[in-house]
């Protein structure tokens, strides 16, 4: 027998073949295993790329989405009214209104309107700014009121404020002259009234071609407009006082008010306006439509007098002194006729 062989001194016991053969392939493993990960550096220029793409990307689907959902609910909406439409030709109840509200109160029984806003309080029906045409001109809603701010000039009527069961609001006009033949099917109401409306009711953006669209509203403009008395109406005021050739220059003589035009300005801020009592003038009415004043203003003609001067009206607190000035006096405004 041989005796067994014993080491001695320190270091490690020698490994078998397979003892070698097992720590080699461990190793070579963790080696694979490793290799198979990503540094910080490229998670994080990874998601730096996401990031962009994203910022790039986005936007754009969440626009396309938009402008498909108000298209959408532009043609749903139109489709349904142009529905009620026909059928109160149908019925004969499509033409014959004197007023765009009676016209209005008709059309809610065949489209559900939830909400009905007279004339004098329309921004409870509709958003009070919006932006219109190719430049988004900002127009302030508290100025439309006729269907000639619609560019129907010859309609002559009120705009009444609508809100629909489906959330779109909207202003209609009513034309008077609009006919209905119950035999017909080629008529589709459409004619009959002028539409503004939001398909997103009172949320933004309020600009056209987006949620807000229209029917038959020619133009939407209200600026020019700010004193609408049915029968006359004038622009704003002029900021201050000026001579009667500062107010030519600013209006144009053809558009300087009359003094029989001014008389439907009187009718408007006075109880009475030849009785001169206290408290007889709607100062908050006069400060709406611009006018800045502690006591009186006055607003010029465009008709002169023989002796070199021009007619004015002064509107005192208690009543209206109609007079003539000197064509230097500054403390007169300019008050021109709106188109």
């Known amino acids: 027998m041989y005796a067994k062989k014993i080491r001695i001194g320190g270091g490690a016991t020698p490994l078998s073949r397979q003892d070698k053969g097992f720590q080699r392939s ?41 402008t498909k959902s108000w298209n959408t609910a532009a043609t749903v909406f139109e489709r349904k009214l142009e529905e009620a439409l026909k059928t109160m030709n149908t019925q004969q109840t499509l033409a014959g209104y ?45 100025k439309i009121k006729t269907a000639n701010h619609f560019g129907q000039k010859g309609w002559g009527t009120e705009i009444i404020g609508a809100q629909f069961a489906n959330g779109t609001t909207g202003l209609i006009a009513y034309n008077p002259n609009c006919t209905q033949n ?33 029917i038959n509203v020619q133009s939407l403009d209200g600026s020019n407009c700010v004193i609408d008395l049915g029968s006359i109406c004038f622009t704003a005021p002029s900021a201050t006082g ?57 607003v010029w003609t465009g008709e002169k007098t023989e002796f070199g001067a021009a007619y004015d009206y002064y509107f005192q607190e208690s009543g209206v002194n109609r007079g003539a000035s000197s064509l230097e006096l500054n403390f007169d405004y300019a008050l021109c006729v709106a188109d």
């Open 26 to 66: 461990r190793w070579t493993r963790n080696i694979g295993h490793y290799s198979k990960g990503f540094t910080l550096a490229e998670v994080l220029i990874t998601l730096a790329i996401i990031g962009v793409v994203a910022v790039m990307t986005i936007p754009t689907l969440v626009a396309n989405y938009q």
């Open 182 to 214: 119950p035999y017909s099917n080629q008529i589709t109401g459409k004619s009959c009234l002028a539409v503004l409306y939001d398909t997103s009711g009172f949320k933004n953006p309020n600009t056209q071609q987006k949620d807000l669209r229209g």
């Open 242 to 298: 000026v001579s009667w050739d500062e107010a030519v220059e600013i209006c144009g003589i053809e558009k300087m008010p009359t003094r029989s035009q001014l008389e439907y300005l009187v009718d408007a801020l006075y109880k009475d306006p030849d009785s001169f009592i206290k408290n007889n003038r709607n100062d908050e009415l006069a400060k709406e439509w611009g006018f800045d004043f502690t006591d009186q203003f006055a």
């Open 98 to 142: 004197k007023n765009t509200e009676d016209f209005v109160n008709e059309l809610s029984k065949h489209f559900k309107i939830t909400k009905i806003c007279k004339n004098d309080a329309l921004n409870d029906c509709f958003e009070d700014k919006v932006y219109w045409g190719t430049e988004n001109k900002e127009i302030y809603m508290s």
